[in-house]
Antibody, heavy 118, light 111 residues
Framework: EVQLVESGGGLVQPGGSLRLSCAVS????????MSWVRQAPGKGLEWVSV???????YYADSVKGRFIISRDNSKNTLYLQMNSLRAEDTAVYYC????????????WGQGTLVSVSS | QAVLTQPPSVSGAPGQRVTISCTGS?????????VHWYQQLPGTAPKLLIF???NRPSGVPDRVSGSKSGTSASLAITGLQAEDEADYYC???????????FGAGTKVTVL
């Protein structure tokens, strides 16, 4: 059974840092492309970042230069290092597993809430 | 502002048919990239509903269908049921952004 379990969310002050984790079971994190998608309170889904199986990474303009996506193959875990956090980064952050066959995000975690406030 | 345009809301009575449009541009849907649809029930994570324009994952009923033409796509739900009340999002890839894009979401209300 495929499972994605996020952790690491919480309350952080503007300018602070936080690292999110997404523990994966049921497939190998390095064999799929993996993304972070966020949802601000009462708003829609916003794609944040992707890491492909070959290791290439891409970011939304809104987080470029501040966020870093990575993975640890030995732990089968995806990460999102978030630096210089702003109030507008407040959201539920979901990790999502891409499927190369369909091109869709076939599996999602339950999400972890990040609140940026003083 | 979302790259893909969806109507904010649609509604229908039980048993009726509703459709949700998703309009993109020449750098995403119009460039040939597939469109995928997700259903998000209140307080839960999104769930894949339609992949690659018109394919249903296992477990999704055949009263849900998708289509794509030109720079647009649409999702149709026939035989509307109370359990269909949710937010629906379209998603594609955008070559000019080198990333994935979502619509702003459409809230389906069953009257």
């Amino acid at each position: 059974e495929v499972q994605l379990v996020e952790s690491g969310g919480g309350l952080v002050q503007p300018g602070g840092s936080l690292r999110l984790s997404c523990a994966v079971s049921g497939f190998t994190v390095s064999s799929n492309y993996m993304s972070w998608v966020r949802q601000a309170p009462g708003k829609g889904l916003e794609w944040v970042s992707v890491i492909y199986s070959g290791g290439n990474t891409y970011y939304a303009d809104s987080v470029k230069g501040r966020f870093i996506i990575s993975r640890d193959n030995s732990k089968n875990t995806l990460y999102l290092q978030m630096n210089s956090l702003r109030a507008e980064d407040t959201a539920v952050y979901y990790c999502a597993a891409g499927d190369y066959g369909s091109g869709s995000f076939a599996n999602w975690g339950q999400g972890t809430l990040v609140s940026v406030s003083s | 502002q979302a790259v893909l345009t969806q109507p904010p809301s649609v509604s229908g009575a039980p048993g009726q048919r509703v459709t949700i449009s998703c309009t993109g541009s020449s750098s995403n849907i119009g460039a040939g990239y597939d469109v995928h649809w997700y259903q998000q029930l209140p307080g839960t994570a999104p769930k894949l509903l339609i992949f690659a324009n018109n394919n249903r994952p296992s477990g999704v009923p055949d009263r849900v269908s998708g289509s794509k033409s030109g720079t647009s796509a649409s999702l149709a739900i026939t035989g509307l049921q109370a359990e269909d009340e949710a937010d629906y999002y379209c998603q594609s890839y955008d070559s000019s952004l080198s990333g994935y894009v979502f619509g702003a979401g459409t809230k389906v209300t069953v009257l």
